[in-house]
């Protein structure tokens, strides 16, 4: 799987657009961007994933740069419980154990 | 609500005792993981296992870690014997492979284990 670089750490004002960046210039054609979070003491939480076109759930906006080298998490309206550790993941889809390799991640803090 | 559950939530232990930690995984899913979180080393894949069969265990210390899973119900992680270490929490996810679509991994609550 293609290695990410992700700032180590991040503040967003609540209420604000929160832009989480994430560069993954080895990305092959087959491999997806993942994202998932972790709030202080739970597991992971999956967030949004992309091949190459702009995504958007209920949780997140994931949009891929055209050559698909790095990409920006966006959380629209950023409180106070999205404070966490966001963790870009790249992977092949259909890996044969669909395993997921945690970097460190940017820890995003969302103040008052 | 369907989740994945841990037990024990917290387990304080002495050094040389054999440690067992239980994972629930979601009902229908087909692949489990272990994964072990540090300050230091961040979350490690430790195993994993697809229709209960192990997959990779490349991760984990062979001398001392085991992993199984019994039946589809119940997979558990054992240290035998635990060291200071050790000390870490462990996660357990699951999911469902081989559908066509996006498998997530859905991930437990965690067992944080303190080895003295």
Not at chain 1, 1 to 7: L, R
Not at chain 1, 48 to 72: C, F, V, Y
Not at chain 1, 74 to 91: E, G, K, S, W
Not at chain 2, 63 to 87: G, N, V, W
Request: proline share 6%; glycine share 8%; hydrophobic share 35%.
């Amino acid at each position: 799987d293609a290695k990410t670089t992700q700032p180590t750490s991040m503040d967003c004002a609540e209420g604000r657009a929160a832009n989480l960046p994430c560069n993954h210039s080895t990305i092959s054609g087959n491999e997806y961007v993942y994202w998932y979070r972790q709030i202080h003491s739970q597991g992971p939480q999956y967030i949004i994933h992309g091949l190459k076109n702009n995504e958007t759930n209920e949780m997140a906006s994931l949009i891929i740069t055209e050559d698909r080298k790095s990409s920006t998490l966006i959380l629209p309206h950023a409180t106070l419980r999205d404070t966490a550790v966001y963790y870009c993941i790249v992977r092949a889809r259909y890996n044969a154990g669909n395993m997921l390799t945690f970097g460190g991640g940017t820890r995003l803090m969302v103040k008052p | 609500d369907a989740r994945v559950t841990q037990t024990p939530r917290d387990k304080v232990t002495e050094m040389g005792q054999e440690v067992t930690m239980r994972c629930q995984p979601i009902l229908g899913h087909n692949t489990v993981f272990w994964y072990r979180q540090t300050m230091m080393q961040g979350l490690e894949l430790l195993a994993y296992f697809r229709n209960r069969a192990p997959l990779d265990d490349s991760g984990m210390p062979k001398d001392r870690f085991s992993a199984e899973m019994p039946d589809a119900t119940l997979a558990t992680l054992k240290i035998q014997p635990s060291e200071p270490r050790d000390s870490a929490v462990y996660f357990c996810a699951s999911g469902l492979a081989g559908t066509g679509g996006y498998n997530e991994q859905f991930f437990g609550p965690g067992t944080r284990l303190t080895v003295l």
